[in-house]
């Protein structure tokens, strides 16, 4: 298979930086890129909606508009997916909050003209891994603000790990946390086969602890672990639930046939484990799970939804999925189960296709390599089932032996995908980037309730870009690339990313912690 690779124009065009003293004036007839209506990806005038501009609940009355504020970004195309809000306006920031959205001039210390540029809540990549000090600016480039390592991380929570990490000059840009392994934990402490009820016992004592000190979900990989099996995806199920947690699943196959042991059988067991433990469960990027069976993986999840069960997804949009040659995805007889070949799989970071020879020195290696395998009608339904969020499912690391979706994961959804496939308009899309991921992971982490919302009162983690330009720049043979369109990046009102580029002294991230039962 190939990679039919949609793209769009590669100019990039840095808007107006400016710091002015006093107030600036509101552009009339801001221009905004129309979503649904033209295959073109020119702009037009687009007027304001006449709606109030939205306040996070239970947060203070907004300032008074004399207000001199911190920063005030003037006359962008303010999008909140939460509300629906969606019009030209003023945001004023003070602190780490945004604390008005107004129709009128704000005055501000700082002001930055943002005229003809989308400002949004800023990115939730649910789906990420550790915030490595490589890979981690190129998801603030990318325009995300938390990164969350849902796949699972392969640490031990706190005391004696992941959080203690990230502190002092080791704060990350972004915001950041994470699941518990039951595959790495698992492996830690010695279970190599299926677990026996006592072993079952100490994984959930072990998640249960891991949720006080931290974690905000668990995640279970059969398919990388084969020998977790039902009993004990559906213990960690039950452990979830009584948690108020998420359960997230790489889930058992993932290929079309044979029956048994196909994607849809394996989205049969994840939908017995919400069942059976009332778990919430999220199933991870599902284009690369359903290949080839996409509608009817679609059909079943929906199913499970109507009778009243709490299922998600998620996607990356790429037609090509990425893993290590190591992992139990290329066991047995691979490109029967993907209908691919060796040439259909790339060494990730290079120009190098496969051959059975190099297959063998790679695998033995380990190295990661992405495969040509995924259709794009596959990608695109996804995207339009309203239940399913981004999830890059990668972090960049310093050997380049990544997939570009590290670095491009969403600027590839709202430029290529939105404005040039129109597969969906931009408020869905920002949804699926900002509230959605927030919403599947709040109830027990009051951060969460915070972000992924353009509201007075809500944490000012903001993402501005060109609707015209954004693009992923990222690729297999250079997947550590920043995205270009993203023109402003916030995070706790601290000015992350400008246009010439990341500021690396900016460390505003913080801790992503549930709150303790």
């Known amino acids: 298979m190939t990679e039919p690779s949609p793209t769009a124009d590669s ?28 295959s073109s990806s020119s702009v037009r005038v687009r007027e304001p909606e006449r709606i109030d501009p939205p306040r996070l609940s239970g947060s203070e009355e907004p300032p008074p508009a004399d207000t001199v504020f911190d920063t005030v970004l003037q006359g962008g195309r303010v999008i909140d997916p939460d509300s629906g809000y969606d019009a030209v306006a003023d945001v004023g920031l003070l602190g780490e ?47 995300v603000t938390t990164n969350l390592g849902m796949h699972g991380i392969k640490n031990p929570v706190d005391p004696a790990g992941f959080f203690s990490s990230y502190t002092g000059a080791a704060t990350p840009p972004v915001h950041f946390g994470g699941a518990f392994s039951d595959q790495w934990f698992r492996d830690s402490i010695g279970i190599r086969a ?68 196909s994607s849809l059988d394996a989205i049969d067991e994840a939908v017995r484990v919400a069942r059976e433990s009332g778990a919430a ?27 009243g069960l709490d299922i998600t997804g998620c996607f990356y949009p790429y037609t090509f999925w990425g893993t290590y040659l190591g992992s139990a995805r290329f066991s047995g007889d691979w490109q029967s189960r993907f209908r691919i070949s060796y040439n259909d799989l790339q060494l ?13 020195k790679y695998q033995a290696q380990n190295k990661l390599v992405v495969a040509y395998a995924i259709p794009q009608e596959d990608v695109i339904a996804a995207a339009r089932a309203p239940w399913t969020l981004v999830g890059s499912d990668a972090i960049p690391e310093s050997s380049n032996n990544n997939h570009p979706r590290g670095a491009g994961c ?67 043979e250079r997947p550590a690339v920043f995205s270009e369109g993203i023109e402003h990046v916030f995070v706790m009102g601290q000015h992350a990313l400008t246009p010439a580029g990341v500021q690396r002294e900016v460390r505003a991230g913080r801790a992503i912690k549930g709150q303790p039962a």
């Not at 939730?124 to 490595?132: A, H, K, R, T």
């Not at 009993?231 to 039950?238: D, L, N, V």
């Not at 869905?428 to 992924?452: I, M």
């Open 11 to 38: 100019s990039v065009s840095r808007r107006r930086f400016l710091v002015l003293g006093g107030a600036g004036v509101v552009a009339a007839g801001a221009l905004a890129v129309g979503c649904g209506g033209s």
């Open 97 to 143: 909050r945004i604390a008005l959205i107004s129709t009128t001039a704000l005055t501000g210390r700082s002001v930055i003209d943002v005229s003809g540029l989308v400002v949004a809540p800023g990115f939730i990549d649910v789906l990420s891994y550790e915030p490595n000090s490589y890979g981690v600016w190129y998801k603030l480039g990318d325009g």
């Open 194 to 261: 299926t677990a026996t009820p006592a072993q079952r016992a100490r994984l959930a004592e072990s998640l249960d602890r891991s949720f006080d000190a931290g974690w905000i979900g668990v995640a279970v990989d059969p398919e990388y672990a084969t020998s977790i099996d039902t009993e004990e995806f559906i213990e960690m199920g039950r452990t979830a639930q009584r948690n108020g947690m998420p359960l997230f699943t790489h889930v058992r196959y993932s290929a079309p046939e044979p029956t048994g042991r």
């Open 281 to 307: 469960v999220h199933i991870d990027h599902i284009p690369s799970m359903a290949t080839h069976v996409m509608p009817e993986a679609i059909d079943r999840i929906e199913r499970a939804r109507a009778e």
């Open 348 to 360: 990730a970071g290079s120009t190098e296709r496969l051959t059975e020879a190099t297959f063998k």
């Open 410 to 476: 969403f600027s590839r959804l709202l430029g290529p995908y939105v404005r040039d496939l129109q597969a969906l308009t931009l408020t869905e899309a920002l949804a699926k980037c900002t509230v959605l991921p927030a919403r599947r992971l709040e109830a027990r982490v009051p951060a969460l309730a915070r972000k992924g919302r353009l509201q007075m009162g809500a944490d000012a983690d903001i993402t501005v870009f060109d609707p015209a330009t954004i693009a992923d720049r990222s690729s297999v």
